[in-house]
């Protein structure tokens, strides 16, 4: 697995590439751990390349989620698939618009930012 | 002034940053091809990118100080600048020049010289005025100011100093190349400079010498360097081999002479043995140079120059030629070159360190942490043999923990090998080399160490909290090959181990504890539910598992099922089982509702949790006499339902948010009865997973298997699906597994 980090202005894209599970998850808490402490109030991740996710990787989203929103940010998840989606949406995760919004595409996620 | 360094650090504080090492490199290969015109823009330039500077000027000084000249200045009226002489008269530049040490005027206004004119015409509070020394020699002083009135800090400082230093080296370098030199050598010293470029030090002396050697007409040479202990020779030409290996023993030598000396001198015939007692005269020499290899007050080495012939002695020209012309440039060069590898060095032995300490640290269990130490030993210690001895907790004794290299080796054969020197050893707090193993007595007879052909051997003691908790032995077969620079980088490889050790040690304990915990609350035998039937089915995939399922007995009527998915594995997952366990079963009987059962257990898991914990569960009571079930999910896994009238296989949940996320999360109760036949499957989404990486294809499967076994008793039923799912997973699972069957049967 890998991350790909684009920043720009207070705005950051973390693309998650690969599976993102047990073994990978902390190392995705470290970097929004360290993009949060730069000061970056709006994350925005792209899980178009997500192959798998398991419950390590929904509770490293939570806890992203949170600390995010603790200092005052937003967490957005952009480009699930259809199957990351239902296991979100299983979780309740899907109904807590304050602490995570879905987006279809890195682009609507931006653009919902702008607006 | 505490005032003006806050309102400094809130302007733009930087302590060296990567950009400005980059900067100080660049300019480091600048100054060493004297790029003068480069180094002198960085020199002004630099500071005011990256320190609290606002203006800058940098002053030539004439050889004998008294005269200056700016030879560049960066926001600056030249105009401004006082002419030369009264410059020289300056106080502040006078002492920076004679001192050869900074100084520092916090507030400009208090002096009174020259220098003021400038300040104030420039509109400058605060001044630091820094000399560049070359040899020995001011060769000119930069003056950095600042608008605002400030302090220094020591690291500003030590900054502006190095770019002095890099400015010092770049204008002798110039100033031997072209300034002094006469017009008629000048090619000869060209064809001198290039050689300096080399990339090692070895190539560089060697090829210098040669050249020195063509140009002074010399018939044998030498390049002699000193380091703390001895002088060596380092490059030689001509000379005659048994001279060498003398040399290299540190007899005395008119070198060990010049180097105390620091002149150059010139000999002519048989050397005077009463004037460098101990030196032996050497009778094909007739004439010989030696001259001190100088950087600042430092002597590095010293050149050696022979000629054989009577008939064509060296002078006294020859000797000031050498000492001018080659000696200088080649100091230079080499103090360079010398700073530069050894900056590299240490690069380089932070890279390793680095990837030693990701190897060792990547893994918690003890067998493969001294695995993995092992491997690095064998690796980056070049070692044939190697093993790690640890204290004993109880007894307090060193004993073999593992070992690598001997041949079919068991421990004891290490402990056979290694247990000697150690314990000769053990006190010692620094790593010890022991460069001959044939010199060391205990060894010579020692049968092991004939057998494996073993020559030499290094001992590094490892620490935790400064007490001595083991050894690190490696063995080569290699005489001398643990050289100091082997056994620093051994050193901080032991470190890395011991914590290493340390951490694995203490997982190991954490997870003792939290197996004993798992075993108290694995899921024990289900209770026997009249009319129903109940199968049950649990892997963990590590040591400790994040998955649980319960029935609890409410009524004579009334059974409470549970099954849930803890977040976290191993240890933290345990510890949040614990917890949801005992708080279901402290608070299951005062519901009726599961909802709001899982309302309850909410908070409490939202109050009493990291925030990254978070549980999925399902919970269902069972009403026995109208064979009703009420359900509701907490983000869990919908329940498969089989239906034995329809043959087919339903989905049961309630939406609902994960525990432990929002304080006031609602859920909500599902209803549905349950006749003979008729079974209830949940389980934690490990099994889907296993049995499929896309979440629906894993559930279709799993419906189908419960329609194929779901005539089957309960119990083996959800031993069929189970091994259906994850039978030919030969490989570790990636996720715990529980599963509940719960079958209607007739009464």
């Given amino acids: ?115 | 002034m505490e005032s003006t360094e806050q309102a400094v650090s809130s302007r733009r504080s930087s302590r060296p940053t990567l950009e400005i090492l980059s900067h100080l490199q660049q300019l480091s290969r600048d100054s060493a091809e004297g790029r003068l015109s480069r180094v002198y823009e960085a020199a002004v330039q630099l500071p005011i990118n990256c320190l609290l500077i606002d203006k800058s000027i940098l002053l030539s000084c004439s050889k004998n100080g008294s005269h200056f000249f700016p030879v560049r200045v960066k926001n600056v009226c030249l105009d401004a600048l006082p002419d030369c002489s009264s410059l020289a008269k300056d106080s502040v530049i006078h002492s920076v020049v004679v001192n050869q040490s900074p100084k520092v005027i916090e507030d400009v206004s208090t002096c009174d010289t020259p220098l003021r004119h400038i300040c104030t015409h420039e509109q400058v509070c605060s001044v630091a005025c820094i000399p560049a020394v070359a040899c020995g020699e001011t060769q000119a002083v930069l003056i950095y100011m600042s608008c605002s009135k400030r302090a220094f800090a020591v690291w500003e400082i030590e900054l502006m100093m190095t770019i002095a230093s890099h400015v010092a080296t770049a204008c002798r370098i110039r100033l031997v190349d072209y300034e002094c030199c006469p017009p008629q050598v000048s090619p000869v010293l060209d064809r001198l400079r290039q050689v300096l470029t080399a990339t090692s030090v070895d190539d560089l002396l060697q090829n210098a010498l040669r050249e020195v050697i063509t140009i002074v007409n010399a018939d044998s040479g030498s390049i002699m360097l000193y380091d703390d202990i001895q002088c060596r020779i380092a490059a030689a030409y001509g000379l005659k081999e048994n001279i060498d290996r003398r040399v290299a023993r540190s007899v005395p030598t008119i070198s060990n002479y010049i180097a105390t000396h620091r002149k150059p001198l010139l000999l002519h015939g048989p050397v005077d043995t009463s004037k460098y007692p101990g030196v032996v005269p050497r009778s094909e020499i007739a004439s010989s140079i030696c001259v001190p290899l100088r950087a600042g007050k430092k002597v590095l080495g010293s050149l050696n120059l022979n000629r054989s012939s009577h008939k064509r002695p060296f002078g006294e020209s020859d000797l000031d030629f050498t000492t001018a012309y080659v000696a200088q440039p080649l100091s230079i060069a080499l103090e360079h070159k010398r700073l530069s590898l050894y900056k590299d060095d240490q690069a380089s032995f932070l890279r390793h360190l680095y990837r030693i300490a990701k190897m060792i640290t990547s893994s918690l269990e003890i067998e493969e942490v001294l695995d993995k130490i092992m491997d690095q030993l064998m690796s980056v210690g070049r070692a044939d043999v190697c093993g790690l001895l640890l204290k004993d907790d109880t007894f307090g004794e060193f004993t073999m923990a593992c070992g690598r290299g001997i041949p079919g080796g068991m421990k004891d054969d290490y402990a056979e090998l290694m247990m000697p020197l150690a314990l000769s050893l053990v006190g010692r707090a620094r790593p010890t080399a022991v460069p001959d193993l044939d010199a060391h007595r205990a060894y010579t007879d020692q049968e092991v160490v004939r057998r494996l052909g073993l020559r030499s051997a290094a001992i590094i003691p490892l620490f935790i909290k400064r007490k001595n908790v083991g050894f690190i032995m490696v063995y080569s077969r290699q005489i001398a090959s643990f050289p100091q620079s082997l056994l620093k980088l051994l050193a901080g490889l032991a470190e890395l181990a011991a914590i290493a050790i340390e951490n694995a040690r203490h997982y190991e304990r954490q997870l003792g504890i939290a197996r004993i915990t798992q075993r108290l609350l694995a899921p024990c035998p289900l209770v026997c539910i009249p009319g129903f039937e109940i199968g049950h089915k649990y892997i963990p995939a590590y040591q400790v598992g994040g998955d649980y399922y319960d029935l609890i007995k409410l009524s004579e009527d009334k059974f409470g099922l549970a099954l849930a998915d803890v977040s976290g594995k191993d240890v933290d997952a345990a510890t949040h089982i614990a917890l949801c366990k005992h708080s279901l079963r402290a608070v299951a009987d005062h519901f009726d509702s599961p909802s709001l059962l899982l309302r309850k257990m909410n908070r409490l898991i939202y109050e009493n949790t990291s925030p990254e914990a978070f549980v999925s569960m399902f919970y269902a009571v069972l009403d026995i006499e109208h064979r009703e079930l009420t359900f509701s999910s907490a983000g869990h896994d919908p329940g498969l339902l089989y239906r034995a009238d329809s043959r087919t296989v339903e989905r049961v949940s309630t939406p609902g948010i994960l525990l432990g996320i929002q304080p006031d999360a609602a859920f909500v109760d599902g209803r549905l009865s349950i006749k003979p036949g008729d079974t209830l499957l949940l389980y934690t989404d490990g099994l889907v997973f296993a049995s499929s990486r896309d979440y629906e294809t894993g559930i279709s499967k799993i419906m189908a298997t419960l329609i194929e076994h779901s005539l089957q008793p309960a119990q083996q039923l959800a031993d069929n699906i189970h091994e259906r799912t994850v039978g030919k997973h030969t490989a570790k699972l990636p996720d715990d597994i529980a599963l509940i069957a719960l079958k209607a049967v007739e009464e």
């Fill in chain 1, 1 to 115: 697995m890998d991350f790909l980090v684009e920043k720009c202005g207070n705005l950051c894209i973390v693309r998650i590439i690969g599976d993102f599970d047990y073994y990978h998850a902390p190392e995705f808490r470290c970097v929004v751990q360290d993009l949060v402490d730069e000061g970056f109030s709006q994350i925005i991740v792209a899980m178009e390349d997500v192959t798998f996710m398991d419950s390590s990787g929904m509770s490293a989203l939570i806890f992203s989620a949170r600390r995010l929103s603790k200092s005052g940010g937003h967490f957005s998840i952009a480009g699930c698939s259809p199957c990351i989606y239902r296991k979100l949406e299983i979780g309740g995760l899907t109904t807590i618009p304050a602490l995570l919004s879905f987006f279809p595409t890195v682009q609507d996620a931006i653009q919902s930012m702008t607006i």
